[in-house]
């Protein structure tokens, strides 16, 4: 599956930003689509991951509350919408997709095969 990652951009902190990964080359009904980040020098860290099939999502802390994944099974596109944004959310944006699901994994980089080029969001204070 080949995955374009679009939306990243210059904001405030406080403010919202809808990120958006397009998906082609296959049906995702089996598949689990995830946003990771990277911040400059650090590793890359899993913020979100949704279920295509069901619906079913999981958050780690540090993004809980404040950011949404979501999916248009229609237009094979999954979003991340990102509320209340802080500096430390600073980071670029990846979407990964693998299958199957991993029912009580631990999602790391390491169990993606599929990425996206990357999309930067800068917050700003």
């Known amino acids: 599956v080949q995955l374009q990652a679009s939306g990243g951009g210059l904001v405030q902190a406080g403010d919202s930003l809808r990120l958006s990964c397009a998906a082609s080359?296959?049906?995702?009904?089996?598949?689990?689509v995830a946003w990771f980040r990277q911040a400059p020098g650090k590793e890359r860290e899993f913020a979100a991951v949704?279920?295509?099939?069901?619906?079913?999502?999981v958050y780690s802390d540090s993004v809980k509350g404040r950011f949404t994944i979501s999916r248009d099974r229609s237009e094979n596109t999954a979003y991340l919408q990102m509320n209340n944004l802080k500096p430390e959310d600073t980071a670029v944006y990846y979407c990964?997709?693998?299958?199957?699901?991993?029912?009580?994994?631990?999602?790391?980089?390491?169990?993606?095969?599929?990425w996206g080029q990357g999309t930067q969001v800068t917050v700003s204070s």
């Open positions: 080359g296959r049906t995702l009904n089996n598949y689990a």
């Open positions: 949704i279920r295509w099939a069901t619906g079913m999502t």
């Open positions: 990964a997709a693998r299958s199957p699901w991993m029912v009580g994994g631990r999602w790391t980089s390491a169990d993606f095969g599929s």
